[in-house]
C-alpha cells in the first residue's frame, strides 16, 4: 500500500503563505500525477492543482498566479506554495498520487487532510 503524509497547514493572515508538502512512501512501483485538492465547510471538494511526473502543471482558474505546484521525484514529494492567500482558499486541502503499488493495480491514492485557514 501507498500512504501519503501532508504538512504545512495552519492559520494566516489573508496576503500571506503557506507550503505545503506531501510525501508518499510505501511500496511504490511507480507513480503519475500527483496533485492538490480542496474541500471547504459546505462545498465540494474541487481540484486544485495538478502536476504530472514530467512536470506539466494545471491549476484551478481560482489560483492561477498565487499558487505554484512542484514536486521532487527522488523523494516522491509534491509541493504546494500558496501565496496572497484570501479567505476563499480556507479549506482542508487533501494531496492525490496515482500509483502503483507493489503489489497492485495503478490507484488513486489520498492523504490525510491538512487544515488551512486564512483570517480577512
Known amino acids: 500500500q501507498v500512504q501519503l503524509v501532508e504538512s504545512g497547514g495552519g492559520l494566516v493572515q489573508a496576503g500571506g503563505s503557506l507550503r505545503l508538502s506531501c510525501a508518499a512512501s510505501?511500496?511504490?512501483?511507480?507513480?503519475?500525477?500527483m496533485g492538490w485538492y480542496r474541500q471547504a465547510p459546505g462545498k465540494q471538494r474541487e481540484l486544485v492543482a495538478t502536476?504530472?511526473?514530467?512536470?506539466?502543471?494545471d491549476y484551478a482558474d481560482s489560483v492561477k498566479g498565487r499558487f505554484t505546484i512542484s514536486r521532487d521525484n527522488a523523494k516522491n514529494t509534491v509541493y504546494l506554495q500558496m501565496n496572497s492567500l484570501k479567505p476563499g482558499d480556507t479549506a482542508v486541502y487533501y494531496c492525490?498520487?496515482?500509483?502503483?503499488?507493489?503489489?497492485?493495480?495503478?490507484?488513486?491514492?489520498w492523504g490525510q487532510g491538512t487544515q488551512v485557514t486564512v483570517s480577512s
Open positions: 492525490r498520487a496515482d500509483a502503483v503499488a507493489s503489489p497492485g493495480i495503478f490507484t488513486a491514492y
Open positions: 502536476i504530472t511526473s514530467g512536470g506539466s502543471t
Open positions: 510505501g511500496s511504490i512501483f511507480a507513480i503519475g500525477p
